[in-house]
């Protein structure tokens, strides 16, 4: 494969070869010919190492962002982005100046047009790192959680989030969205995902979080992490326990701010721990951490991104955990705020990481490591340990004996019919009804026929049709209803409540979408009209079941956990009767007027 670029020298070739040729020994281990098997590759891949100059070295640590859809030929708009962020203008230039070792694609930055382009994007991006001298493969990644973070859409097949897959409560199902997930990723050259979130989410007003975890309960959380990553890793993708040591009990979104998380160290082992374990003992190939601060676990006020007695203190040497370590993104605040650009890549390899993610300033990342290590600071063979660790994972990947994908693999695996069943049967069972006072729900075509659907409409998660009012109204029209849709906003103003109270006379029940109401929300105004037209009302929580506190009077209550397609269709069915609701809730919801008590407790949820 690697005579397409013409340029690799038969030396690399039997090199790469070699080390691809053993590299199922890496994820067996046990008996002593095992650990012979491991000790032989690991020789092959120090040999790859060896003939590296100290400037790939460095670049093999970065996984970085690039504008375009094509490698080699994108957009002028992408090339002046690129310009001005990088100084380079495509992705070719940017491997071939700073050889790094990863590239991670956006929707923002037009790397996730199609599936096709995507494909080859991925080929463009091989060929270039291949085309280098002593060339390697890269390690292309993204953020493709599924719910409300996702970098690839539609065509490809979207599942519930994770706590939709809490609230559905099946690892089967949690493993089988991982394994067509990871299935799809590979067949679009991506191969490593920074998923499944692995942070137990106990704070109903974390910004950052939420949804994006699989629920409260540790245990339950857990059994969710394992599924997904033996799921992904059953498809050759690498899957990412994020965000250790643990991202579910702050207030503060680690974006914008450095959130810091007061847990003792006997509440971090109880409540933040268990899922990173699982995920560990689950082989898991990968672990990214958070920019947070845990006093109980390193006193010294650094991230723990940067923080040695966290990632190898903790992470290495008490869990026992020697896959790759890779940052969050080296531009978040989080990891910002306490020291500058140019010393953030170096204490974060100090500490114990291996990839560093997406830095602001790469030139300023790249060159800080390696005039630490020409410095003294840091030594080669630290760069070396973690370098080892990158070569495993892609030689495990395959990617140093095949990195390319293919036309033909895109057109038979993604979106194809029967990964789109799945996705919606999974959804099925994710639908948490929390309220149905009197059995308003299923609404019955004959006797409710005509339906307004109004409320919030959030911008669409990567590639969904999109708006929830739209697609909700749309999915019931599909069932016999009679269904338009209305949007009135996350924060509805008097004219638009006045114009859904209006047209809700002329419907036989509405159906509101609510997104994060708060005890302000105009939401809550927009609802206790509707309600006092006499209409039946149901409500739908769009993203957070927390919604159902401030809005004690509607007769009927539903959770969907994401406003994606797959999900809304899922919920029109169960409000239809097609199907029973399932799901039930992996968070607790508090009282609205006295947090302190529990409304509905883990595990509530109705059924037909």
Sequence with gaps: MYERNGKSGTSRRTLLAAAAGSATAVA????PARADDDKRHDQRLRALIARMTLEEKVGQLFVMRVYGHSATAPDQADIDANLKEIGVRTAAELIAKYRV????YFTWAHNTRDPHQIADLSNGIQRAGLAQPRGLPLLISTDQEHGIVARVGKPATLFPGAMALGAGGSRPDA???????????????IRQDYAPVADVNVNPANPVIGVRSFGADPQAVSRMVAAQVKGYQSADVAATAKHFPGHG????????GFPVIEHTEEQWGQLDAPPFRAAIAAGIDSIMTAHIMVPALDPSGDPATLSRPILTGILRERLGYDGVVVTDSLGMQGVRTKYGDDR??????????????????????????????????????????SILRILRLKAKLGLLKDPYVSSRGVDRTVGIPAHLRAADRVAERTTTLLVNEGGLLPLSRRTRKKVLVVGADP??????????????????????????????????????????????????????????????????????????????????????????????????????????????????????????????????????????????????????
């Design 459 to 608: 911008a669409s998660p990567s590639g969904t049709t999109g708006p929830p009012t739209t697609v909700l109204a749309t999915a019931l029209t599909e069932l016999g209803f009679t269904a338009t849709a209305l949007s009135t906003g996350t924060a509805p103003s008097a004219a638009a409540i006045a114009q859904a109270v209006a047209a809700a006379q002329d419907a036989d029940a509405v159906l509101v979408a609510t997104y994060n109401v708060t005890a302000a929300s105009s939401q809550k105004t927009l609802v206790g009209q509707l309600i006092a037209t006499g209409r039946p009302v149901v409500a739908l929580a769009v993203r957070n079941p927390y919604d159902v506190a401030h809005l004690p009077d509607v007769r009927a209550y539903l959770a969907t956990y994401s406003w994606t397609d797959v999900e809304l269709r899922a919920a029109a069915r169960v409000i239809a009767g097609r199907v029973d609701p399932a799901g039930r809730l992996p968070v607790p919801v508090q009282r609205a007027d006295d947090p302190a008590r529990v409304l509905y407790p883990i595990g509530h949820g109705l059924r037909y």
């Design 249 to 256: 009990d702050t207030e503060t979104d680690s974006h914008y």
């Design 101 to 104: 070792g990863g590239i991670i």
């Design 175 to 189: 493993r089988r969205a991982g394994q067509i997930a990871g299935a799809e990723l590979r067949a679009l050259g």
């Design 344 to 385: 953030v890549p170096v204490l974060a390899l100090k500490a114990g990481v291996d990839q560093l993610l997406n830095p602001p300033k790469l030139d300023v990342a790249w060159n800080a490591v390696l005039q630490a290590v020409r410095g003294g600071e840091l030594t080669e063979a630290r760069l070396d340990e």
């Design 28 to 31: 067996v281990g046990g008996t």
